[in-house]
């Protein structure tokens, strides 16, 4: 008899926690362990259309919350660690983690609510593990004890669908008419948010990214030069944060009025993931890069290091256990948060994350335009390292030795069959006939 197992997540949203969501759900399904229903969760302001055509039978596993009348033998929630609830007789709870070095007291709560914690990356468990607080006595304020995770955290990495990301030149005819508007053969591509924070603080670090570009090749001629591909939005898809966008971007070149500085072009809107995989092997697509803060993974960067092109990012957090020796990795050092991007219970006061050096981090994109052909022995080994290394179905081999190693399976118990037992009756003895004595 399979496990009843509920799980709670994005799954149809379109996010990376629902991506990942997504990933574990058909992982899960692979093993054919377990009785499966989904609670299915909005993430955000995200749209809900994650589901490509391939992925629509999850919606056969989708059940409302008030749907499930029986406590499940094993719960799993993805979400932030402050909303871990326990309700099953065994609970898990997964998490991307935290791009800084440090999480909020309420994280950790929430960690040790669960029975066990599954996280992406060996950042995000170092993180977990070596973030403590003092417990105060209310009256003395004297320390009492120490708040710390002490429920196990396994690393899964998020595993890359070798059958949507692959090195390909079949290119989606909607996004090869894209790029046709693209004059230059040599382009950069950033795929992430521009999220909330001062410029250079912003978690991707995309405004200086912008700016660091501009820096390298401005003045170059405008013949020969590169140009940078930026997939992004802040929040949404709508007309009005690309008009946002596209501010933001303008505020910077405005910065260099009447020098000769480099194009940039905005991608905005939903792209399917054969529409991602498309872009990222596009012949003009010639470098993915990255400045990024912090990644609790860092699924773009994995999702293009398939194609064999360089790869380009910072040398801390989620994405250094994939991206090997054969990627480029920025130098680059820890700073407080700036108080532009705090956010209670997410990204608090006195953590760190990591700016790159961006004298170093120019001279790499000038070299890699320069020199291109010398950088892509590496990159074909980083494709081949992540091919073999972090592949879907190695995470669901992952995934399985986890729940293996951590969750009682049901085991049928065979009793001998027994075989009846007859038993004959006693005889029936005769008694003498009794004789009445007289007195």
Not at 76 to 88: A, D, H, K, L, R
Not at 176 to 198: M, N, P, S
Not at 250 to 279: C, F, V
Not at 314 to 319: E, L, Y
Request: glycine share 6%; proline share 5%.
């Amino acid at each position: 008899m399979k496990q009843f197992l509920v799980f709670q997540g994005p799954v149809s949203s379109r996010s990376g926690y629902g991506d990942h969501a997504r990933d574990l759900v058909k992982s899960l399904i692979a093993m054919d362990k377990y009785e499966i229903k989904i609670i299915d969760l909005r993430w955000g302001d995200c749209p809900r259309n994650g589901l490509s055509k391939n992925d629509k039978h999850l919606e056969q596993l989708f059940a409302a919350p008030q749907g499930i009348t029986k406590q499940p033998d094993i719960f799993m929630q993805i979400s932030v660690p402050n909303e871990f609830t326990p309700y099953g007789k065994y609970n898990i709870g997964i998490t991307a983690g935290i791009e800084t070095d440090a999480v909020a007291a309420p994280w950790i709560e929430g960690m040790n609510r669960m029975d066990m914690v599954i996280v992406p990356s060996n950042h995000a468990k170092n993180v977990f593990l070596n973030t403590k607080y003092d417990k105060l006595d209310d009256r003395t304020k004297q320390k009492v004890g120490e708040l710390k995770c002490v429920k196990p955290i396994e690393v899964l990495f998020e595993g890359l669908d070798l059958e949507i990301y692959n090195k390909t030149s079949k290119i989606e005819k909607t996004l090869d008419e894209t790029l046709r508007g693209i004059k230059e053969d040599f382009c950069y591509l950033y795929v992430g948010h521009w999220l909330q924070g001062a410029r250079g603080h912003d978690r991707k670090d995309t405004g200086m990214m912008v700016k660091t570009f501009i820096e390298t090749f401005k003045n170059h001629p405008s013949r020969t030069r590169p140009a940078l591909i930026m997939k992004t939005s802040m929040a949404t898809f709508s007309v009005i944060d690309q008009s946002d966008v596209l501010k933001r971007i303008n505020k910077i070149r405005a910065e260099y009025a009447g020098q000769n500085i480099p194009n940039i072009y905005l991608i905005h809107g939903d792209l399917t993931p054969d529409e991602m995989n498309s872009l990222n092997n596009h012949k003009k697509v010639k470098a993915m890069i990255s400045f990024t803060h912090g990644e609790g993974f860092g699924r773009p960067l994995l999702e293009f290091s398939i194609t064999g092109k360089p790869v380009v990012a910072p040398n801390w957090s989620g994405q250094v256990d994939f991206l090997s020796p054969h990627s480029i990795l920025l130098p680059g050092e820890l700073k407080e948060t700036h108080p532009s991007v705090h956010w209670k219970d997410v990204i608090i006061p006195q953590s760190k994350w990591f700016y790159v050096n961006y004298g170093y981090a120019s001279k790499v994109l000038r070299e890699i335009f320069k020199n291109y052909s010398t950088f892509l022995d590496n990159s074909k080994k980083q494709a081949r390292y992540s091919k073999d290394n972090f592949s879907l179905e190695k995470m669901t081999e992952g995934f399985k030795s986890i729940l293996d190693k951590y969750v009682v399976q049901e085991v049928s118990i065979n009793l001998p069959q027994q075989n009846k037992i007859n038993i004959e009756k006693p005889k029936s003895i005769k008694l003498p006939k009794l004789k009445k004595i007289e007195a």
